[in-house]
C-alpha cells in the first residue's frame, strides 16, 4: 500500500520546500515529486513535519505509582498534539533496571504511539552494571540519574562507575541536575519560619541549585565522556554554563528544557491555586524565560521535552499540603508543538526549522532512534499535517489526557495538527485519533559508540 502525502512545505531541520512525500508500507521512499499513490492525502497550504520525538514523560508504571495518564491516555494526548514517539523514564523493579524494562513493555502494550525508554538508576550497584550489556545490546541504550537523590550525593564514585560503564557499551546518560543540600537546605529554613505555602516553592529549588549541579554534572561529563543528556533546564545561569562547555566541547552533553519555562513565569506562585503549576524545577523570572527562548535558538539547548506526568486539581490543590509535598509535573503533551509553534515560529523567537530540529530531529539523533525524526527515503513515515492557520483555546475538556486542567487553560494558540500519521497510518485527522492502543511499537535505541 502506497501513500502520497502531496502539495505540503516539506520541512526538515534545515530548510522547508514544496515536495510531496511517497510512502510504501510504513517507511518514506521518496521525497520531491512523487507518481500516483493507492491513497493520496491533500496537505495544501500545510507543513509537512517529521513526528515529534519527546525524550522525557512519565507514563509507565512503578509498583506503588499508577499515573494518572499511563501510556493509553497519554499516547492519546501525545498522538493529538503530533508527538509520534514518547520515551518514558522506568523505574527498577527490585532493584533490577530489566525488571522495570518488563513491566514498562506491559504498560505501553495500549499505547498509540512509538515508545522507548530511559531506565531510572537509583541504586547502581554491581547487578545494575552487569545487567547494562545486555541492555545496550537490546536496545534500552538509555539511563537515568537523579543528582538530587540522597544516594547520588553517597555514592558519587558508583555513579561515575556507571557514567563510564555507560560511556563503553555507548549509552546515554539522562540527569536531572539540582542540588540535594541546596534544595535541603532553603527547604528546612522556610519550614522553620513557618513558610509552607506553595508561595515558596521557587524560593526553596532556587536557581543557585539548579546551576551548582549542572556544573558539577558537566565536570562528570567532561571526566567520563558519557553522553549526558541535561533534562528540564531551567534557567538563564545554567544555560550560561552549559554554553560555555559546549563551546569548548569538553563533553558530549546535549540540554533540554521543558515547555513550563518557555511559556510561564514564577508569578503564577502569586495565585492561590499556584500548586497546579507545581514541578522541578520551579518556574522562574521572566529573564530566565527569554534566556531559554534564546538557548533553543542558538543550540546551547538541544530539544524540548514535555516531562508529562499530570495530576489532578484535586490532588495538586490538596488542601494542607506544604510546598514539597505537592505533587511535581504537569499535562504537555498534546501542545508541545502547537505552543511552540505559536509561541515560536510565529512570534519570530525560533524557525521552522529549528522547531522541527528541536523537536524531532535532535532528539530521535540524541537517543539513538535511526528510523525517527526526519523526512527521508528510508525513514520511518511518522509525519505531521500542521495547519499554521489553525487556532484553538486551550480547554482541558478537549485535550486527551486524563487530567482535569490544563496548564495553559484558555490560552489562544495558533497552528495546530490537522492530520498525523504513524509508520504510514493515519493515527490524528481533524480533531479524531485513528490510532488504536497497541498501534505503537517499541522503538530499539542504538548504542552511540
Ligand atoms: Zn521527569
Known amino acids: 500500500m502506497t501513500v502520497a502525502v502531496r502539495g505540503g512545505t516539506?520541512?526538515?531541520?534545515?530548510?522547508?520546500?514544496?515536495?510531496?512525500?511517497?510512502?510504501?508500507?510504513?517507511?518514506?521512499?521518496?521525497?520531491?515529486?512523487?507518481?500516483?499513490?493507492d491513497r493520496e492525502i491533500d496537505a495544501t497550504g500545510l507543513f509537512v513535519l517529521p513526528g515529534c520525538v519527546d525524550l522525557h514523560t512519565h507514563l509507565a508504571?512503578?509498583?506503588?505509582?499508577?499515573?494518572?495518564?499511563?501510556?493509553a491516555t497519554g499516547s492519546r494526548a501525545a498522538i493529538a498534539g503530533g508527538v509520534t514517539t514518547v520515551v518514558s523514564m522506568v523505574q527498577p523493579e527490585e532493584g533490577s533496571l530489566r525488571g522495570g524494562i518488563e513491566r514498562a513493555i506491559r504498560d505501553a502494550e495500549a499505547s498509540a504511539c512509538d515508545f522507548a525508554f530511559h531506565s531510572v538508576v537509583t541504586d547502581p550497584t554491581d547487578a545494575v552494571l552487569a545487567e547494562l550489556p545486555g541492555?545496550?545490546?537490546?536496545?534500552?541504550?538509555?539511563?537515568?540519574?537523579?543528582?538530587?537523590?540522597?544516594?547520588?550525593?553517597?555514592?558519587t564514585a558508583e555513579y561515575l562507575g556507571l557514567y563510564r560503564a555507560a560511556r563503553r557499551l555507548g549509552m546515554t546518560v539522562a540527569v536531572h541536575a539540582e542540588d540535594r543540600m541546596l534544595i535541603e537546605r532553603s527547604t528546612a529554613a522556610l519550614h522553620l519560619a513557618g513558610k509552607t505555602g506553595v508561595a515558596y516553592f521557587p524560593a526553596s529549588r532556587p536557581v543557585e541549585a539548579e546551576v551548582v549541579a549542572v556544573r558539577a554534572a558537566l565536570k562528570y561529563a567532561a571526566e567520563t565522556q558519557v553522553p549526558t543528556y541535561l533534562v528540564h533546564i531551567s534557567s538563564g545561569a545554567a544555560l550560561e554554563?552549559?554554553?560555555?562547555s559546549k563551546a569548548k566541547y569538553e563533553s558530549r552533553v546535549t540540554a533540554e528544557t521543558r515547555p513550563l519555562y518557555l511559556h510561564l513565569t514564577r508569578d503564577r506562585f502569586e495565585r492561590p491555586d499556584a500548586a497546579l503549576w507545581v514541578g522541578q524545577?520551579?518556574?522562574?523570572?521572566r529573564a530566565d524565560m527569554y534566556a531559554v527562548w534564546r538557548a533553543l535558538a542558538d543550540g546551547t539547548l538541544d530539544t524540548v521535552g514535555t516531562d508529562h506526568v499530570p495530576y489532578t486539581r484535586a490532588r495538586k490543590l490538596e488542601p494542607g499540603l506544604s510546598f514539597d509535598k505537592i505533587p511535581p509535573g504537569v499535562s504537555n503533551l498534546e501542545t508541545l508543538l502547537p505552543m511552540l509553534y505559536s509561541e515560536g515560529v510565529r512570534k519570530e523567537r525560533l524557525t521552522i526549522e529549528?522547531?522541527?530540529?528541536?523537536l524531532a530531529t535532535r532528539p530521535a539523533r540524541i537517543a539513538g532512534m535511526t528510523t525517527k525524526g526526519e523526512i527521508a527515503a528510508g525513514m520511518d513515515a511518522d509525519l505531521v499535517l500542521l495547519d499554521p492557520t489553525a487556532t484553538r483555546i486551550i480547554h482541558a475538556s478537549e485535550m486527551h489526557s486524563a487530567c482535569d486542567y490544563d496548564p495553559y487553560e484558555g490560552w489562544e494558540v495558533t497552528g495546530w495538527p490537522r492530520t498525523v500519521l504513524l509508520r504510514g497510518e493515519v493515527a490524528y485527522d481533524k480533531g479524531e485519533i485513528r490510532a488504536a492502543a497497541g498501534a505503537g511499537r517499541l522503538v530499539r535505541r542504538s548504542t552511540n559508540s
Not at 526538515?12 to 512525500?21: C, F, G, L, N, P
Not at 524545577?281 to 523570572?285: A, E, K, Q
Open 135 to 155: 541492555m545496550a545490546e537490546d536496545g534500552f541504550a538509555g539511563l537515568k540519574v537523579f543528582m538530587v537523590s540522597p544516594r547520588f550525593t553517597e555514592k
Open 10 to 37: 516539506v520541512v526538515t531541520a534545515q530548510e522547508s520546500r514544496r515536495a510531496d512525500v511517497l510512502i510504501d508500507g510504513e517507511r518514506i521512499v521518496r521525497v520531491g515529486r512523487v507518481p500516483t499513490a
Open 61 to 71: 508504571s512503578t509498583p506503588t505509582w499508577t499515573p494518572l495518564d499511563g501510556f
Open 241 to 244: 554554563e552549559i554554553r560555555r
Open 354 to 358: 529549528r522547531l522541527v530540529d528541536v
Open 281 to 285: 524545577p520551579p518556574l522562574r523570572d
